[in-house]
């Protein structure tokens, strides 16, 4: 028998699937198919956002030799871009220059701050297995899709509450405190 607890599970499995495990701060991270960031510098043949370019279909509105961004294909809202390495990546370090990226986009577009949300879903709520952030200019197109986007602050000394989305400041102050970037609070 269904109940509302069982479409509301059926409703969240159908945006969010895909187990995947939590990424850490270190130098490097060892290869694994389930991480998010993989020690590889060349593009891995059955990853869907390695080598992004306009030739392989994506619409690209910037990009330089390590990063693109490209329309996301099934935007939340009005400008919703992803920003990715063009390779799987093997340090944390280019978190804050995807950060900055971020904002410069968003300002071409003169988008104001308060209006902007950037960051990324923590796994196992990831739909590609390649670094991805989210580049958003808010509102959202539905309440639907906000609810795929949610930042929750911290509390007690952490930096985020439960949530399946961190917005990419939390993430770096978390993992330059040598913590992990979980759906729990941390």
């Not at 390590?66 to 799987?88: G, R, W, Y």
Request: aromatic share 10%; proline share 9%; glycine share 4%.
């Amino acid at each position: 028998m269904s109940t509302p607890h069982t479409y509301f599970l059926q409703f969240i499995r159908a945006f969010f699937h895909r187990p995947r495990k939590l990424v850490t701060k270190s130098d490097t991270i060892e290869p694994d198919e389930e991480s998010v960031l993989n020690s590889c510098s060349s593009p891995h043949p059955s990853c869907l956002f390695c080598g992004v370019s306009k030739e392989r279909g994506f619409s690209v509105v910037w990009e330089n030799e390590v990063f693109a961004v490209f329309t996301d294909i099934d935007p939340a809202s009005e400008h919703h871009l992803q920003l990715v390495p063009k390779h799987h990546i093997g340090k944390l370090s280019p978190l804050r220059d995807m950060v900055e990226i971020a904002h410069n986009i968003l300002d071409g577009l003169a988008v104001p701050p308060h209006l902007r949300r950037i960051g990324f879903h923590i796994p196992p709520y990831i739909s590609v297995p390649h670094l991805h952030m989210h580049i958003q200019a808010l509102p959202y197109r539905s309440i639907f899709r906000k609810l795929k986007y949610p930042v929750v602050a911290g509390w007690s000394g952490r930096e985020k509450g439960v949530s399946w989305f961190v917005d990419a400041e939390q993430a770096v102050r978390i993992l330059e405190k040598g913590s992990q970037v979980r759906i729990l609070p941390c």
